[in-house]
């Protein structure tokens, strides 16, 4: 391995270079390199500034977080950040692609930063569960002061270039060009100037309201629920503002370490490699994708439109097909004010919504229009019918090569694709709504579907920035499948004596962004009855069927497009629907069920046993590649708190034999739907963990 920083001296300045791709990240190696060229520039006498700047892409994005977790190595970065600051000369960092983390904090440790225009900045520590350990907590509230400093480190918001301008965290923003010169230059001026280091560590901290860091508080109790790094960063930055420098920095290292060593850190960072893993699929390893321009999309509902929207805002062509001229401008009308929604947020620039509206979208009840598209996706009515009339028209009218997809949440894709003379161009897209938010994108590969095609789907997700998650095919894929059936487990929490509201609090103070029941009422309770129905005549007689349910749907209740159903929806927000109670009540008097009290912690074991259980089922099958692909549709897809890690990588925290034998607890209760999965039984014998399968 070359060495990864690198030192070169011309007319005075010292050139320093990290070089440690693909971000530059501040491995041993790199700490131990400006360590070493930082000591030798203060022995040479022929050096009157130094310029830091990172090669390829990006400055420093921050830590190696591939070394968390393992014993730490010196040099520490806090300490190198300090000799960096200590440097007798000035010390110019020179910033390009992004200062994150560690990354920034090295650039607040040098004495002036230069940035490019599309620079961008940030200290997205917690997101990883920690805090900005080397000195970000106490130099960024002295270059830009407190408020800005517990904004910008509880977020982990990132910033670009005229906003660091602003707020006093960079000096001057050059014009577009390379690093090096670019900080070459700075320093020549610099030099000619005469200018001393000016070290931040040494800038007075600017007093504040002294209910500032209550409101901090107050907004991380809201939006952090649960998490421990948000408290943290807090503390470190009022630790800025009450020690001397050295002491806050021992204050903030305090505060680093306890997160360290938490499990909410294993979590984040698990889920942060994982997010980048699922990508990685060997049967698409080397193959090209198909070249997407045009896309055509199959129905203009809410999911169809999402989706138009999403392809849309990433630059590509959509023609959107509906069956009528009535639905079509509905359809049209669907599209036009979602976009219209994000002129008015600022995420999209008017003149870029008027070339949209102009040239790249348009719809129609003319499937003749699709003859040139490279891609259609199909969210029509979730019927098996409806969908096979669709794909044999598809079939018809696309140019050989066209990639056909369908968006189907549940139903069978190979049935789907032997309608077509062409299976191996046929793939599910499975979005979830509303598509143009929701970050995930089932990429659901059918026996005869091409590798092309399966890695088009993973082109088209990078380019639509959703995360994207192979699965096989089976009722439901890997969410939904997984849904059904911990979406039982809480039924039978309820029959056996909760009540759904307590399930749906006690799962929101777990970490879910909502209970399962309010995500019914979100969702419509239709859909689930649909579902129940369809699947009706495949029942086993065995399975409790929880029938309260339908008791709400006969009503016509669907939650909260009828401002009905688990909640009733009033102006002033949703409260529980009594009724709902003596439709359980009824449940249990048929079924012969004497309620009984349930603590908060059973439900919640019940709830991740039955997810865990079925999720090793999905895994043994092949329908999930690995425990991690089921972590991040678990996290992107049904809200599962990330700092969890999502289910697998809970499970392995708790331990797999708990859930095993949360599993035999359960079954004493329902052994039909508390059955073991065989994958569960075998790591628990092996003593092996879920994390032990994504590693293989
Ligand atoms: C920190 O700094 C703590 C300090 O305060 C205190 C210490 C005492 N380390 O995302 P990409 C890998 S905490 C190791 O696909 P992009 C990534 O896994 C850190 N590896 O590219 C991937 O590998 P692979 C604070 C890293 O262009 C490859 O690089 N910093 C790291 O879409 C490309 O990544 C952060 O939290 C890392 N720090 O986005 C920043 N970062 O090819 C985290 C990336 O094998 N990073 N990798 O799959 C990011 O946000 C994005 O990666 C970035 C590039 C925006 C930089």
Redesign the pocket.
């Known amino acids: 391995m070359p060495d990864p920083v690198s030192l070169e001296v011309v007319d005075g300045i010292a050139i320093v270079a990290i070089a440690n791709p693909?971000?530059n990240?501040?491995?041993q190696a790199v700490r131990a390199g400006l360590a070493g060229v930082f000591a030798a520039i203060e022995a040479r006498d022929d050096v009157r500034a130094v310029v830091i700047y990172g090669s390829d892409?990006?400055f420093i994005?921050?830590?190696?977080?591939?070394?968390?977790g393992k014993p730490p190595l010196e040099p520490?970065?806090?300490d190198v950040i300090n000799q960096i600051e200590a440097c007798r000369l000035p010390v110019i960092a020179s910033l390009h692609?992004?200062a994150?983390?560690?990354?920034?904090?090295v650039a607040m440790g040098a004495h002036f930063r230069v940035a490019d225009p599309a620079a961008?900045f940030?200290?997205?520590?917690v997101?990883?569960g920690?805090?900005?350990?080397?000195g970000?907590t106490q130099r960024l509230p002295r270059l830009a002061g407190a408020e800005v400093a517990l904004d910008l480190i509880t977020t982990?918001r990132?910033i670009g270039a005229e906003e660091a301008l602003a707020i006093g965290l960079i000096d001057k923003i050059a014009a577009a060009g390379d690093p090096r010169t670019v900080g070459v230059a700075y320093a020549q001026d610099l030099v000619r100037q005469g200018a001393a280091p000016r070290r931040s560590s040494a800038l007075p901290v600017q007093a504040v309201a002294p209910d500032v860091f209550e409101q901090a508080r107050t907004r991380v109790a809201q939006k952090s629920r649960g998490q421990l790094a948000p408290l943290n960063c807090i503390k470190a930055v009022e630790g800025a503002m009450r020690l001397p420098f050295l002491e806050g920095l021992a204050n903030e290292r305090a505060l680093?370490t306890e997160l360290m060593g938490s499990d909410q850190r294993s979590a984040l960072i698990h889920a942060?490699?994982a997010e980048?893993?699922v990508?990685?699929v060997p049967d698409i390893k080397g193959v090209t994708a198909r070249p997407i321009e045009k896309i055509g999309v199959i129905g203009g509902g809410t999911m169809g439109a999402g989706i138009a929207v999403a392809a849309l805002l990433s630059g590509l062509k959509v023609t959107l097909i509906e069956r009528e001229p009535e639905a079509v401008a509905r359809a049209k009308a669907n599209v036009t004010k979602t976009l219209e929604g994000s002129v008015k947020r600022g995420k999209l620039a008017q003149t870029k919504f008027d070339d949209i509206m102009a040239t790249t979208f348009s719809a129609s009840d003319d499937y003749s229009q699709l003859v040139d598209a490279d891609l259609v996706i199909e969210a029509v009515f979730e019927s098996m019918e409806v969908k096979k009339d669709v794909f044999t028209r598809l079939d018809a009218i696309c140019k050989p090569g066209a990639v056909l997809a369908t968006n189907t949440s549940y139903l069978d894709i190979n049935e789907i694709a032997a309608m077509t003379s062409r299976p191996q161009d046929v793939i599910g897209l499975h979005f979830f709504s509303p598509a143009h938010v929701m970050r995930l994108l089932e990429i659901v590969v059918a026996d005869k579907t091409a590798p092309e095609v399966t890695a088009t789907g993973f082109e088209l997700a990078k380019r639509l920035k959703k995360v994207a998650v192979r699965a096989g095919v089976c009722d439901g894929f890997i969410g939904n499948r997984i849904l059904s059936h911990y979406r039982k487990a809480v039924d039978g929490a309820v029959l056996a004596g909760a009540s759904p509201f307590d399930v749906d609090r006690a799962l929101v103070d777990f970490g879910l962004a909502m209970g399962p029941f309010a995500v019914s009422d979100l969702a419509g309770l239709d859909i689930g009855w649909a579902t129940r129905k369809r699947l009706a005549p495949t029942r086993d007689p065995r399975e409790v069927y929880a029938a309260f349910s339908d008791r709400l749907c006969e009503a016509g209740h669907f939650g909260r497009k009828t401002g009905k159903g688990y909640y009733v929806y009033k102006e002033d927000g949703p409260c529980p629907n009594e009724d709902v109670l003596t439709h359980v009540a009824d449940d249990r008097a048929a079924k012969g069920i004497t309620p009984r009290a349930m603590s908060d912690d059973e439900i919640v074991d019940r709830y991740m046993a039955a997810m865990v259980n079925e999720a090793a089922r999905v895994v043994e099958e092949g329908i999930a590649l690995r425990p991690l692909d089921v972590d991040v549709t678990l996290l992107n897809g049904y809200g599962f708190p990330r700092w969890r890690g999502g289910p697998m990588q809970y499970a392995d925290t708790v331990g797999l034999e708990k859930i095993l034998a949360d599993v035999a607890r359960f079954a004493r209760e329902d052994d039909f739907l508390w059955q073991p999965a065989p994958l569960l039984q075998r790591l628990v014998a092996e003593g092996k963990t879920f994390g032990d399968l994504n590693d293989a």
């Not at 994005?61 to 968390?68: Q, S």
């Open positions: 693909p971000v990240a501040l491995s892409r990006t994005a921050g830590a190696d977080i591939r070394e968390f520490f970065l806090p692609g992004t994150l983390g560690g990354g920034l904090e961008r940030g200290l997205p520590e997101t990883l920690i805090l900005p350990g080397a970000g982990g990132q680093f942060f490699f980048r893993q990508a990685k």
